[in-house]
């Protein structure tokens, strides 16, 4: 493999592997996939969230190089994919009072961003924020800019997590010396990655079927309404199976084999029976009910999630994709407990995409989201070609080239996009100075407004009166012998 100059690096961090990918955009929008690796990673993040900072570390240092040797080029900074347990929407009004026949202007519009943006939720962090509609007056609108109202309403739904799980998925980047190119909301990415623009624009319900979390987005109108991520996955089928006395593997391979999502009662043979090993076997009714009581439970909690003014709404149907999906007989357990009839499975992304790697080809959408990721890379992660004839102690490392990017405003940040532990620490020594300055500015006039009365109120003593009157009464004494 030749080492290519430009290429972008993602890496998603899933419950039972973490995965990292690289590949080039060409020139006709496709995407050629020059490597992927993948580690396992259910002893240090538990439903999608690092548990333990410094395997995770080692685990992305791990990939990294291997890429690198893949690549036979340094990689500089990687894009990052963040779900996981604890992410949940929460909606949002910002209001704002005007003067009448007062035009929305673009800088309303982003004091009211900034104004959400900086909400305080107790021991959660916003990682996003999805813009709903804006309420002008009694309209609402995609852009206010340039409407004449009285009051203006902004709508948010504000993405959050918990802290310490950002903060701990941070400082993995930290210690294995890895810089993030970005940030992105890996519920967002695969939206964009999978969903077609009619399922979007009349509302439909993203369901990505992982190993520990299933999460749900749900889109009307063009806009992300709802996120959750449910702590239920493929693998709480696998130890439901486990049960039956029977190691993990064993359970894995028995669902991977014989489970179905649903089977019809009529179907149901009674005197069939799976193997479990050499010795064992299962009747199928026992098992069949074992694998579709959890399953119900993931349905039904899916259904939970979908806010009920959308339940009529979701004329895009239902969209499947993961690991889960696979499940024989998924669409049919989906309709037969929510009554949707539209049910799709989305097993790889819209965009053309080029690779020989196998678990890509296969196109059974567990590998969507870091696809997804690629995709949405536009900052080159490629540093200086590694030398195989290096010296003893190898190729020295290239100093990242990641750019110090200006601090943004929270109205300058793209959806989808997470800033990164760096960034919200400047932002917060740019929020602390401005709020010093405006402190001091405040101070500075309260001063001159306290001095400024002082002086007006001496002038208007009655001694001043006082002095002003002899020194009248003095003058027309003068005049008059003056005369």
């Known amino acids: 493999m030749v080492s290519a100059k430009e290429f972008i690096v993602a890496i998603e961090?899933?419950?039972?592997?973490?995965?990292?990918?690289a590949g080039q955009k060409n020139l006709d929008g496709s995407i050629s996939v020059l490597a992927?690796?993948?580690?396992?990673?259910?002893?240090?993040?538990?439903?999608?969230?690092?548990?333990?900072?410094?395997?995770?570390?080692?685990?992305?240092?791990?990939?990294?190089?291997?890429?690198?040797?893949?690549?036979?080029?340094?990689?500089?900074?990687?894009?990052?994919?963040?779900?996981?347990?604890?992410?949940?929407?929460v909606r949002n009004v910002i209001s704002k009072d005007l003067p009448a026949d007062t035009i929305v202007t673009g800088a309303?519009?982003?004091?009211?961003?900034?104004?959400?943006?900086?909400?305080?939720?107790?021991?959660?962090?916003?990682?996003?924020?999805?813009?709903?509609?804006?309420?002008?007056?009694?309209?609402?609108?995609?852009?206010?800019v340039g409407i004449q109202c009285t009051r203006l309403d902004g709508n948010y739904l504000n993405i959050l997590q918990r802290k310490s799980f950002c903060k701990n998925l941070n400082m993995c980047f930290e210690t294995a010396g890895i810089?993030?190119?970005?940030?992105?909301?890996?519920?967002?990415?695969?939206?964009?990655?999978?969903?077609?623009?009619?399922?979007r624009r009349s509302g439909c319900a993203l369901v990505d079927i992982g190993a520990d979390t299933t999460t749900v987005s749900v889109y009307s109108k063009n806009i992300l309404r709802h996120l959750a991520v449910i702590p239920l996955g493929g693998a709480n089928i696998t130890?439901?199976?486990?049960?039956?006395?029977?190691?993990?593997?064993?359970?894995e391979r028995m669902k991977l084999k014989y489970a179905?999502?649903?089977?019809?009662?009529?179907?149901?043979d009674n005197n069939l029976k799976y193997s479990i090993d050499q010795d064992r076997q299962v009747e199928s009714r026992r098992f069949i009910e074992i694998v579709e009581g959890r399953l119900q439970e993931i349905i039904e909690n899916v259904w939970y999630q979908i806010p009920s003014e959308y339940y009529d709404k979701l004329l895009g149907g239902i969209i499947l994709t993961g690991g889960g999906s696979n499940m024989k007989n998924?669409?049919?357990?989906?309709?037969?407990?929510?009554?949707?009839?539209?049910?799709?499975?989305?097993?790889?992304?819209?965009?053309?995409?080029?690779?020989?790697?196998?678990?890509?080809?296969?196109?059974?959408?567990?590998?969507?989201?870091?696809?997804?990721?690629?995709?949405?890379?536009?900052?080159?992660?490629?540093?200086?070609?590694?030398?195989?004839?290096?010296?003893?102690?190898?190729?020295?490392?290239?100093?990242?080239?990641?750019?110090?990017?200006?601090?943004?405003?929270?109205?300058?940040?793209?959806?989808?996009?997470?800033?990164?532990?760096?960034?919200?620490?400047?932002?917060?020594?740019?929020?602390?100075?401005?709020?010093?300055?405006?402190?001091?500015?405040?101070?500075?006039?309260?001063?001159?407004?306290?001095?400024?009365?002082?002086r007006i109120r001496k002038e208007n003593s009655l001694l001043n009166k006082f002095k002003k009157g002899f020194v009248k009464f003095g003058n027309s004494l003068f005049a008059g012998d003056e005369e």
């Open 330 to 454: 998924i669409e049919k357990a989906f309709t037969s407990h929510t009554h949707v009839e539209r049910i799709r499975i989305a097993k790889f992304p819209q965009h053309t995409i080029n690779s020989t790697n196998e678990d890509i080809k296969s196109r059974n959408g567990m590998m969507n989201t870091v696809l997804g990721l690629l995709a949405k890379g536009d900052i080159n992660c490629a540093g200086v070609e590694i030398d195989p004839h290096g010296d003893l102690f190898g190729t020295p490392k290239q100093t990242a080239a990641v750019a110090d990017r200006t601090v943004r405003k929270a109205s300058e940040i793209p959806a989808g996009v997470i800033q990164t532990e760096a960034e919200k620490q400047k932002a917060e020594e740019l929020r602390k100075q401005k709020e010093a300055e405006e402190k001091a500015k405040k101070e500075a006039e309260e001063k001159a407004r306290l001095e400024e009365e002082e």
């Open 179 to 199: 810089p993030i190119a970005e940030m992105l909301n890996a519920p967002l990415v695969l939206a964009d990655a999978v969903l077609t623009e009619a399922e």
């Open 260 to 268: 179905s999502a649903y089977t019809d009662n009529n179907d149901i």
């Open 36 to 89: 992927v690796v993948k580690e396992k990673s259910s002893s240090f993040i538990r439903k999608g969230v690092v548990y333990n900072i410094d395997k995770t570390a080692q685990c992305i240092s791990s990939i990294v190089k291997k890429l690198e040797a893949q690549l036979k080029r340094q990689i500089t900074q990687v894009y990052v994919g963040v779900g996981g347990q604890s992410v949940r929407s």
């Open 108 to 144: 309303m519009v982003d004091e009211l961003v900034d104004a959400n943006r900086n909400m305080n939720y107790p021991e959660q962090e916003i990682l996003d924020v999805a813009a709903q509609e804006y309420r002008v007056d009694s309209q609402l609108q995609i852009d206010p």
């Open 239 to 251: 130890k439901d199976i486990a049960t039956l006395q029977i190691e993990e593997s064993e359970a």
């Open 13 to 21: 961090l899933g419950s039972s592997k973490m995965t990292g990918i």
